[in-house]
Nanobody, 128 residues
Framework: QVRLVQSGGGLVQAGGSLRLSCAASGRTFSSYAMGWFRQAPGKEREFVARITWGSGTTSYADSVKGRFTISGDNAKNTMYLQMNTLKPEDTAVYYC?????????????????????WGQGTQVTVSS
């Protein structure tokens, strides 16, 4: 069992920055990868970014590449998402997730079904 607790989020103007945190507890050693997803009202959950614990490989959705940075701190069992140059279209509920299989390390990392544990979600609102 892995428990994920998120913090951060809020309301910012376009062009601003926010940093999201996701603290993991429980059987954290069983996680092969962690990722961030977001879901806007009326939309499906969308892949944002992923990091693997073995190699530290990072991947990003095209819509956030160059603006968002995913990172992890093994000592703190915490994952972060640094969001810069925020746009109104970034407005969504953001979720962190942990995967206990290799599917999220390989080609299925963009799919929510590849992840087994989810944080509670945090609202990010970007005003124009």
């Amino acid at each position: 069992q892995v428990r994920l607790v998120q913090s951060g989020g809020g309301l910012v103007q376009a062009g601003g920055s926010l940093r999201l945190s996701c603290a993991a507890s429980g059987r954290t050693f069983s996680s092969y990868a962690m990722g961030w997803f977001r879901q806007a009202p009326g939309k499906e959950r969308e892949f944002v970014a992923r990091i693997t614990w073995g190699s530290g490989t990072t991947s990003y959705a095209d819509s956030v590449k160059g603006r968002f940075t995913i990172s992890g701190d093994n000592a703190k069992n915490t994952m972060y998402l640094q969001m810069n140059t925020l746009k109104p279209e970034d407005t969504a509920v953001y979720y962190c997730a942990a995967a206990t299989s290799l599917r999220a390390v390989l080609g299925l990392f963009r799919e929510p079904s590849a992840y087994d544990y989810w944080g509670q979600g945090t609202q990010v609102t970007v005003s124009s």
